[in-house]
């Protein structure tokens, strides 16, 4: 049952446990626990959309419809974007599909540092093998690689780099392009149509548009949630209901699980939590070409530049290169200039060809409420920095390599380079707030999970060290970075999750 | 890749001159703002209206109608005038769902733009009044300042205008872009394989 605004149910519903956030662990923990017999309750902030009805392809729409603050939320200082998904389905449904492993060198990095146990990569697998089958994931082939990503894929051979066509989860898909704004078509396989129908099917009760508030505890347990039914539209609060639960499971993301615990003065005594927020950052570079590249069309993230990513071997430092493309508005925010400035390159739209060094942060950042606010403070550290001037470098260096007439930095004032002689002005420009867009649209570890209650917020089950029956299931509790795109080990952390509860179906759910 | 690219790193975390950055915008954002709300606020010289705003009043969508204008025109005339095409009431939706307390600083900053034209640009006139030349230098003047809360406060007004002028159609023949699939192509319905697909494995 999906009920949403004033079909969800007022005053008390009892439950089992109950799930915050449906994205790519939520929904997985609804769909598994629910399949073993548990009563789930799966509360939702966002609407609960149908594609083909809902998904229009417009910006002005859509970013409204599936990004929390229209996709622009930023820190504090307004320095960097921070991308996240609201909705059923959570961030699953605007993402581009990209399904990659976690790396072992940072699992064991987690094992070493973090004292996380019974998480390395062995003891995943399972769990990522199942996701693998539910999501339909599947490689993507080189006739799906589109003109952006062939660019990419150009520019890394030529210079002798490394590279992969990635894993997506998309079945028959028509490479119309506006993944980011949803598959209005259901070919993206995301958790709004696999995860969630099972769960739903298994008996599970999915509240949208309901926003929980305070988690609820008696004698240092968790036993439920307050949380209010939103009008789908307006935002505005219907009425508030009480969930009764054996146990909570928060499951909202990296930004507001650690919100929720805030909010519910939980699950702080080591000090840490939203205290340690990786943000996995990114900057565009654009190359120009005289060819038109219409780089919205067909499937925007096809290839993976890898020759940096030195946190494939230490578990820290490097960058991948993603390709991407945003269509007009977002776009146009991020390029430089105003006027005959801005306008001289947007009007080369269907020319350019971009990509981002997306960098493996140590930077730790932070996250504060304000009444109703939500604040983070977030600009990257000297070590961040160095990697982000060298991705920019090499990126431009690509570009040229594939024969770009010239490449856009993403600075502002506006930076053009015609050749690698002229790559210099990366250190000039450095890295200097409002000189340079920084977006981020992989948050996380906000929560981090340790053994040690001194070093983390949950234990490696997820379970909040202060607080019993309470977890915290989402990229908040990486304990550092992944460095690549989150969903598959999200969702495969879930379902490892689940297993454990199941195992333990008598502490927690009875 | 043999060594690391980098040697070990000289120190992780944050910056040291971020917290005072940080502070210094604050601060100076905070006097801004503070400074906006003592300004006139009346809307009896501005245009009414005919559709309703919820956030925006006659003035800020005045003041909101020159910035983009400004920001936008290239003296070419190439592209669609954005306060003809309607971009305050799209803004106004944007600005509506936006926290009240930003709200709020977001209409503030408005009103500073229109009033502080002075000490900020060395005009004499409120900025709906500038010719769009002389708005556009004091636009130039809030982007390329050296104090960070311009900086931020510019970036702000860049993001509502583009974001919100680059939905229009009308603007898209510049970009050669041609637009959602959705109202031009017939895509028969497909039944999502995966969701009849049932593994009831155990875990």
Known sequence: MIAEGVNVPKGIVECQAVIVGSGAAGAVLAKELSEAGIDVVLLEAGAHHRPERDFNQREETMLDALFWEKGGRMTSDLGVTVVHGRGVGGSTVHNISLCVRPEKAILDRWAAEFDVRGLDLDALTPSIERVWKHLGINPMTEAQINANNRKVKEGAERLGWKGFIPHHNRIECLQTGFCELGCTYNRKQSMLITYIPKAEANGARIFASCQAERVLTEQGRAVGVVATALDRNTGKLLHTLTLRAKTVILSAGAILSPVLLMRSGLANSSGLLGRTLHLHPSSPVAGIFDERIEGWRGIPQSYIVDEFAEFYRFGYGGYVIIPVFAHPGSSAVITPGMGADHLAIMAQYAHISAAVPMIHDETMGTIRVKGKRVELDYWPGPEDQKWFMHGIRKTAELYLAAGAKEVLLPYSPKTVVRSIKELDVVERMGIRKYGISITSVHPQSSALMSEDPSKGVVNSHCETHDVRNLFVCDTSVFPTSLGTPPMVPTAALATHTAKYLLSERRRYFE | ?203
């Open chain 2, 1 to 203: 890749m043999h060594g690391r690219i980098f040697d070990e790193p000289d120190s992780l975390g944050e910056p040291k001159h971020t917290r005072r950055q940080f502070l210094k915008s604050s601060l100076g954002g905070s006097a801004m703002l503070v400074a906006g709300a003592l300004l006139p606020t009346g809307c009896a010289s501005y245009p009414a209206r005919s559709g309703h705003l919820e956030a925006l009043d006659a003035k800020t969508a005045a003041v909101f109608d020159a910035i983009a204008d400004a920001l936008v025109d290239d003296g070419t005339g190439r592209l669609p005038v954005p306060s003809q095409l309607g971009i305050a009431a799209r803004a106004d939706k944007m600005i509506a769902g936006l926290h009240p307390d930003v709200r709020k600083q977001t209409l503030l900053l408005f009103n500073v733009i229109e009033h502080l034209t002075l000490p900020f640009g060395l005009q004499m006139r409120r900025f709906t009044r500038l010719d769009r030349a002389a708005q556009r230098k004091y636009l130039e003047g809030w982007a390329s300042s050296r104090l960070g809360f311009r900086r931020m406060a510019f970036q702000a007004l860049k993001t509502f205008v583009y974001v919100n002028y680059y939905t229009f159609p009308e603007t898209w023949s510049v970009l050669g872009y041609d637009g959602p699939w959705v109202g031009r192509f017939e895509v028969p319905p497909f039944e999502p394989p995966l969701a009849k697909y049932t593994t009831k494995e155990p875990l």
